[in-house]
């Protein structure tokens, strides 16, 4: 279960969001600059909150009362960021093994078992990738190595950041599947940004429409979002 309360003074505004979050795909919904990212590196550990508090299950990774901080590295926190974010000069292989020590080249799949590279690279379909470099990916392969990375730190919470914003409708609309699919296997919460109102409806699980960092109650969107399980949550 993810637990926070994040504050962000930022200099246009300040983040003053509630995220409490078990198991499924959170979704944050909003415009450029409504502080979704910011969101994302705070819960990451990259960026440092003003004040509030940070908890996955029983562990504490920030709290400005207890003066808690816990690094990135520590986190276990999967992220896949916006470009990627890959070394164009590492092949695939090594770019999904970067910052593994030695000798641990193993993955969570779910509570209990564990996943070898061959098979996160199966997985995600990337094995006859292995030796390329990301110039000679496209866009979805890129997609699915930094996922295949993300994945190798056997986080306990992924982060996503706009994953699919840089593919075109129908590798987008495979991807969305396999990244639902991704989550209900490994059962850990994602958080997923994006400004996309169709991957909103595609992959949602909870959404939190932000509007200037705050959870904005009356969401602009036209159509109704609220399907199944999904729903907003206020401050
Ligand atoms: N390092 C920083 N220092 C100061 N201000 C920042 C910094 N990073 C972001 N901001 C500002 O904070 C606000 C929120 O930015 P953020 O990147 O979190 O928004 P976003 O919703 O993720 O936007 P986008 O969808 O365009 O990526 C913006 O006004 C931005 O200019």
């Not at 979805?140 to 930094?146: L, N, S, W």
Request: aromatic share 8%.
């Amino acid at each position: 279960m993810l637990n926070a309360s994040i504050r962000k003074e930022l200099p246009a505004f300040a983040i003053d969001i509630d995220l409490r979050f078990g198991n499924g795909i959170l979704v944050l919904f909003g415009p450029s600059g409504s502080g979704k990212s910011t969101i994302l590196n705070c819960l990451a550990g990259l960026r440092k909150p003003s004040g509030g508090r940070i908890a996955l299950g029983e562990r504490i990774f920030f709290c400005q009362q207890q003066g808690i901080n816990v690094p990135a590295r520590f986190r276990r926190i999967g992220y896949v960021f916006q470009d990627y974010a890959l070394f164009p000069h590492m092949t695939v292989k090594d770019n999904v093994l970067f910052g593994l020590p030695p000798g641990r080249h193993r993955c969570k799949k779910k509570h209990g078992y564990r996943m070898s590279v061959r098979e996160t690279l199966d997985t995600l379909k990337i094995t006859h990738l292995q030796n390329r470099f990301p110039a000679q990916l496209s866009g979805g392969e890129r997609q699915r190595v930094a996922l295949a990375r993300a994945l190798m730190v056997e986080p306990d919470l992924l982060l996503l950041d706009e994953p699919l914003s840089a593919l075109d409708n129908q590798i987008r609309q495979t991807l969305q599947k396999e990244l639902k699919q991704l989550q209900r296997t490994w059962q850990i919460p994602f958080v997923l940004v994006t400004h996309c109102h169709h991957e909103l409806e595609a992959l949602a699980d909870q959404v939190i429409y932000l509007e200037a960092g705050r959870p904005a109650l009356q969401p602009t969107w036209k159509q109704p979002l609220i399907k199944g399980e999904t729903q907003v949550i206020s401050a």
